[in-house]
């Protein structure tokens, strides 16, 4: 292994690896979110689910020996948790919001009660694939080692895009959100299509988790989530419900998060609390400069009770 | 005949005080009764998780009951936990009741917190009342403007509350971090960065008889007050039409943007009260402990009530006891901390779930409605 | 016949409520034999993290087996109002006598308030503070000397790195931690005087993503040994063993989890602390108000060397092991200089492990990247 320090390129490779590297669950949990709000429906319990499936990730992919079967047992776990948030907005009068924190609490307790027992030993990791092979520098070889998950996030990001501007059945999720009467008017059952969007976006953030525990930090604790999932269900309303949006979210926001570490590297350690709020500040600022009153609802879901 | 005619005219005529009172006592009765059906499914289906696992229920419900309230210490064990909760929950319950979902009470405290100490420290030798005043006045006046700028922002800018309010809590925390270890370190707090401690004559002691810090009073206090301002002062019924139909509001002539405000400042005020009352009843000095949770549990307890601040009392306490005992639990029954997280997640998915069970049954329905 | 039954009944609802009951103060009821030493852990992190708690609860584990002795424990304690109610909690509704808050951020305001409002309760803190001018007698501070395990950490990893660049993630910049660094920087300095140590803040003791960020940061820059100070080094270790890094343990033995890669590790060895304090108050006899020790009195050890370390670094290690051993020895001596150029320890000067200047360390040597 060559000795060289990238020096200052070690920084925007830093941005650039921080930007897959932590931005992947938010993408996940993001888009599964959208999904859910484009249906009418606010899921605030994806942090609880991330939790949960990274807690279901690591723990089967232990026992089974495959940290695919682990992914796949999260997101299922995910879909679950989904769901039962589903059925249980579905009833009348229950706050979708309130019970989306209630869900988080739950899915915390859940995943930490379980889980005590992975938290020692080590689990099968993803793999990943080498996109730097083209460079002699270690450095640049190991930054652009990418998860497959992120190719699987960005297809589902790209494909969620285009299920809503082209497909009947995006369409469907969206006439659901912005007008319940208007569906059932033509005929679709708003319940089930909400009930199957929740799901959905539980499963994606099963993911999400999986991804935490399997791959990058690539373990399985307490701590593990840092508020992640809370965070991208902010970062979906910052992108306005566009799943291409919500890639780009995620890939500022883990860019972002990656600078504190990576200018301590370089020497500039002064202050380093602040630059760990880097990613919330640019938030706020791009939010700032690019919103205004009147286009804040421009893409809202009309049912969503957050805007109501 | 005569029957309809008595139905109609029931209808028709005005309400006379026994039918109110009929009225109040059946939907008083609901609003106890759903929520001790769902506190009762909540703890059958904790037990049956209990018993998977082969724990006995009974065990564990009688030392929540040790740990919450049988005794005296429980009791006011409960009610300490309870007290910060009171605060944090009316930093959300308030702008709630415009419609807006704020969840930055975390940050607010932190600051709210800092900034109690800063004033504390800088008053060194003034009376202790004098100083206490001045760390709230402090401690009220930057959480107070912290969340006023969410409210600002969604206003003027459009930005939605919600987000906002979520990233100027992690900005707010991390700038409390930067200020406690930096600038406002005390260099003898060497292994906790904390800033210097405050005057001695400004502690908050505890409530003669109890072991329960004056914080508590406050919380009581401001929850009675401010349920009082959202229901029976103009302000709260200007509030609550923004909170009912934003666009009727205006189209009424109401200041929105002064009201959202306004009503955002109270809240984050309520939340740096808590961060003093921190710093002067416990810590007796700013550091990482005011980063604890409390705003984020306040804002569940908020939601709890139904954003209703005398409703604020009894879930804080529910939760206060929650927390109590869960330390006894983890002793005797050797079970991991994270137990008394699924009994929370459980009995809020129950009480919140059980809100369908409103208007579901004729007994609780006065019988002259249709 | 119904008389038979009915009588048949009470009896069983006299046996369910006997049982009930029996079963209710068992629980509820203050433990069995009166005799009982109750003892209180306190931690303020999960018990199995791998790293600070983890460390303290096998010293717990290890005293279980006493005689005569109840171990309570208690995780995920906050260091605000809830770690006193605990505390009482324990006093009053198990009957302990002996509390052991394992966390630093404890003591001042919360170890201090219980000890006085309990002056027959005995308090032990693991951290330094105690002190006989101010604090009350029931209190104490117990703590142990690791610095010098990471300074044979260095020495190890000064042999091993190929790249003579040496990476420390460290949680906050606290005198503990400081010196920590310096001996880790300072051992490996003293086998090549060229080594340098990369440090990166995160700035809590337990943030997983960004330990993660840190460690592959690190390896960026062309580091290849590591060392970390957080409460829960598990992230750390397993990615530096996943960027092909070297790591030397801390808190408590990492080995499982960089079988390639682990060197040594500094650990806490706190049951034979624990033991000490237990005899004691078993044998009713005054327990030492401010217990400290270092490797010598057996409250630190070093982890078995990994595959990876070579016959030259054993050696070095060892000698210098056995000089520690003897007791004395000085890691921080003059002359030596901080990594801005001042002069901080002029020479003639040595500090042995107790020395109290050390606990208000606040420079890194030369040799250390980084800023505080």
């Known amino acids: 292994m060559s000795g060289d320090a990238l020096g200052l390129w070690g920084v925007p490779l830093a941005v650039a690896s921080g930007a897959i590297r932590v931005g992947t669950p938010f993408l996940f949990v993001s888009i599964g979110e959208c999904l859910t709000e484009k249906s009418g429906r606010i899921n605030l319990g994806l942090e609880g689910t991330l939790v949960l499936g990274a807690m279901t990730g690591y723990g089967v992919s232990l026992e089974s020996g495959s940290p695919w079967v682990g992914v796949l047992a999260a997101g299922g776990v995910g879909a679950l948790f989904g769901m039962l948030h589903g059925w249980l907005c579905k009833l009348p009068r229950v706050n979708d919001i309130a019970l989306g924190i209630a869900m988080m609490l739950l899915g915390m307790g859940l995943a930490f009660f379980f889980g005590k027992p992975y938290i020692q030993p080590s689990a099968p990791m993803l793999p990943s694939i080498s996109l730097g092979f083209w460079s002699d520098v270690p450095q640049v070889r190991a930054a652009l080692e990418v998860s497959v998950l992120f190719f699987v996030g960005v297809a589902l990001a790209v494909a969620l895009w285009w299920a809503f501007a082209s497909t009947r059945l995006g369409l469907i999720v969206r006439i659901v959100g912005d007008s319940a009467d208007a569906a059932r008017a033509m005929g679709y059952p708003v319940d089930l299509v909400r009930f199957l969007a929740t799901a959905g976006g539980g499963f994606l953030a099963g993911l999400g988790g999986a991804y935490l525990s399997l791959y990058y930090p690539g373990s399985w604790s307490e701590r593990i989530s840092s508020g992640q999932g809370l965070m991208a269900v902010a970062l979906v309303i910052f992108a306005r419900w566009s799943p291409l949006r919500c890639l780009l979210a995620a890939l500022l926001f883990g860019g972002a998060g990656a600078l504190g570490p990576a200018l301590q590297a370089v020497g500039v350690s002064e202050g380093y609390y602040l630059f760990y709020a880097a990613p919330y500040v640019l938030t706020l600022l791009v939010m700032a400069l690019t919103v205004s009153p009147g286009r804040q609802l421009t893409g809202a879901p009309g049912e969503l009770s957050v805007q109501k | 005949m005569s029957e309809a005619v008595a139905a109609k005219t029931a209808l028709t005529a005005a309400p006379t005080t026994r039918g109110d009172l009929e009225v109040r006592l059946r939907r008083g009765a609901e609003t106890v009764a759903v929520p001790a059906i769902a506190l009762g499914a909540a703890a059958a289906l904790f037990s049956l998780f209990l018993l998977l696992l082969g724990k006995s229920p009974l065990d564990f419900f009688a030392l929540v009951a040790r740990g919450a309230f049988t005794s005296w210490f429980s009791l006011q064990n409960t009610l300490q936990r309870a007290a910060p909760l009171l605060l944090t929950a009316l930093c959300c319950a308030v702008p709630a009741r415009l419609g807006l979902v704020i969840i930055g009470a975390e940050g607010a405290l932190a600051l709210g917190g800092l900034a109690a100490a800063g004033a504390g420290i800088a008053l060194g030798g003034a009376p202790g009342a004098i100083v206490q005043l001045a760390m709230a006045l402090a401690g009220m006046a930057v959480g107070g403007l912290w969340i006023a700028l969410a409210g600002a922002l969604r206003h003027w800018r459009g930005i939605n509350e919600t987000i906002s309010s979520l990233i100027l809590s992690y900005i707010a925390i991390a700038l409390m971090n930067h200020f406690v270890e930096g600038p406002m370190k005390d260099p003898a707090s060497l292994n906790k960065p904390s800033t210097h401690a405050i005057p001695d004559a400004a502690v908050i002691g505890t409530i003669p008889g109890t072991d329960v810090h004056w914080g508590l009073a406050v919380g009581l206090v401001l929850c009675v007050v401010l349920w009082l301002l959202m229901s029976r002062t103009s302000f709260g019924f200007a509030a609550r039409i923004v909170g009912g139909n934003l666009r009727a509001a205006q189209l009424q002539g109401l200041a929105v943007g002064r009201l959202i405000v306004i009503a955002c400042f109270i809240a984050g005020a309520c939340a740096g009260l808590a961060g003093m009352i921190e710093v002067a009843a416990v810590n007796g000095r700013a550091n990482a402990s005011l980063v604890v949770g409390y705003g984020y549990t306040g804002i569940l307890v908020a939601f709890l009530a139904r954003h209703n601040p005398l409703a604020v009392i009894p879930i804080a306490v529910l939760f206060g006891g929650i927390v109590a005992s869960g330390g006894l639990i983890q002793r005797r029954m050797g079970l991991p901390d994270a137990t008394i997280l699924v009994l929370e997640g459980i009995v809020f998915v129950a009480i919140l779930a059980s809100d369908t069970l409103y208007g579901r049954w004729r007994i609780f329905q006065p019988r002259s409605a249709t | ?372």
Not at chain 3, 85 to 111: C, Q, R, W
Not at chain 3, 121 to 140: C, D, M, S, T
Not at chain 3, 211 to 231: K, M, P, R, S
């Open chain 3, 1 to 372: 016949m119904s008389q038979n039954w009915t009588a048949g009944r009470r009896t069983v609802v006299k046996g369910l409520g006997a049982a009930a009951l029996a079963a209710g103060t068992g629980i509820l009821g203050r433990p069995a034999r009166a005799a009982d030493l109750v003892i209180g852990f306190i931690y303020v992190g999960p018990k199995d993290d791998y790293g600070y708690n983890q460390a303290h609860a096998e010293g717990a584990a290890a005293c279980k087996s006493i005689p005569g002795v109840k171990i309570l424990e208690e995780e995920n304690v906050p260091e605000t109002i809830d770690v006193q109610k605990t505390m009482e909690s324990m006093i009053n509704l198990d009957g302990a006598t002996l509390l052991f808050p394992t966390s630093f951020g404890y003591f001042d305001p919360h170890v201090l308030k219980m000890a006085e409002k309990y002056p027959k309760i005995q308090f032990r803190h693991a951290g330094g503070l105690w002190n006989e001018a101010k604090h009350p007698k029931n209190a104490g501070s117990y703590f142990a000397y690791i610095g010098m395990g990471q300074y044979l950490n260095g020495i190890v990893a000064g042999h091993t790195s190929k790249t003579k660049k040496l990476g420390f993630v460290a949680a906050k910049p606290i005198p503990q931690v400081l010196l920590n660094i310096n001996s880790f920087t300072l051992g490996a300095r003293a086998v090549d005087p060229s080594i340098t140590t990369q440090v990166i803040f995160t700035g809590e003791w337990s943030l997983p993503v960004k330990e993660a960020e840190a460690t592959n940061t690190l390896a960026d820059q062309g580091i290849d040994t590591l060392t970390f100070h957080v409460d829960s080094p598990k992230v750390a270790a397993e990615t530096a063993e996943r960027r092909g890094m070297f790591v030397c343990g801390y808190h408590a033995n990492q080995a499982k989890l960089a079988p390639k890669g682990y060197l040594t590790g500094a650990e806490w060895n706190w049951a034979n602390m624990y033991k000490m304090f237990i005899e004691l108050a078993k044998a009713g006899k005054p327990m030492p108000n401010f217990a400290r020790g270092g490797m010598k009195e057996g409250y630190v050890k070093m982890s078995p060397y990994g595959p990876a370390v070579g016959d030259a670094a054993k050696k070095h290690a060892d000698s210098v092991k056995a000089e520690i051993l003897k007791g004395g020895y000085s890691v921080i001596k003059g002359p030596l200089k901080d990594n801005k150029g001042n002069v901080v320890v002029p020479a003639g000067t040595a500090y042995v492990e107790t020395a109290i200047e050390l606990e208000s360390m606040n420079y890194l040597v030369e040799g250390v990247q980084g800023s505080i």
